[in-house]
T-cell receptor, first 110, second 115 residues
Framework: KNEVEQSPQNLTAQEGEFITINCSYSVGISALHWLQQHPGGGIVSLFMLSSGKKKHGRLIATINIQEKHSSLHITASHPRDSAVYICAVPIIQGAQKLVFGQGTRLTINP | SAVISQKPSRDICQRGTSLTIQCQVDSQVTMMFWYRQQPGQSLTLIATANQGSEATYESGFVIDKFPISRPNLTFSTLTVSNLSPEDSSIYLC????????????FGEGSRLTVL
């Protein structure tokens, strides 16, 4: 069983739809990262969160430490949101070495 | 935030040769890492690049195959040696200013194809 599991693996939606990507992990952590990988391979850090909820523009990330689960939401989705979204957790609590989920490939059609 | 410049962005290499990837950060960072992303897979940590000393390699990765340098706080190189088609991957460097959990910055990735 993977230590970090994401669902769905692939998601196709129409522009404007509300998107939810889920991440469950089996290791004890102090925080979790959400990353966005563009088709060329570059990665951008979207969120680092240890509790509750964070919002940045149309992106919202939530985490439930007790249930070991996090979600990434995109409101009013747009074709430019098409990318692979990856959650990552530290291998060791408080450390920078990460274990990555398999990623969710999101495609937003106009 | 920090900006990481990584090059080359892509390369096609012959079997048996080597490729060196450079990673330059625009501000001082405490930790730098090198990752490999094989086709259709997620990222796997190769090593932590330590300033002025030998890199710390993860299980399954060895210095002879993946020599790493980090001469100062803002620059690191990863060499992939004795290339084989199985080395075809995206290689990414990342950095953080915090030795514990802090914001991560990633380079744009280097897409390597070995013929």
């Amino acid at each position: 069983k993977n230590e970090v599991e994401q669902s769905p693996q692939n998601l196709t939606a129409q522009e404007g739809e509300f998107i939810t990507i889920n991440c469950s992990y089996s290791v004890g952590i102090s925080a979790l990262h959400w990353l966005q990988q563009h088709p060329g391979g570059g990665i951008v850090s979207l969120f680092m969160l240890s509790s509750g909820k964070k919002k940045h523009g149309r992106l919202i990330a939530t985490i439930n430490i007790q249930e070991k689960h996090s979600s990434l939401h995109i409101t009013a989705s747009h074709p430019r949101d098409s990318a692979v979204y990856i959650c990552a957790v530290p291998i060791i609590q408080g450390a920078q070495k990460l274990v990555f989920g398999q990623g969710t490939r999101l495609t937003i059609n106009p | 935030s920090a900006v990481i410049s990584q090059k080359p962005s892509r390369d096609i290499c012959q079997r048996g040769t080597s490729l060196t990837i450079q990673c330059q950060v625009d501000s001082q960072v405490t930790m730098m890492f090198w990752y490999r992303q094989q086709p259709g897979q997620s990222l796997t940590l190769i090593a932590t690049a330590n300033q002025g000393s030998e890199a710390t390699y993860e299980s399954g990765f060895v210095i002879d195959k993946f020599p790493i340098s980090r001469p100062n706080l803002t620059f690191s190189t990863l060499t992939v040696s004795n290339l084989s088609p199985e080395d075809s991957s995206i290689y990414l460097c990342s950095a953080t200013r915090n030795s514990r959990l802090g914001e991560l910055f990633f380079g744009e990735g280097s897409r390597l194809t070995v013929l």
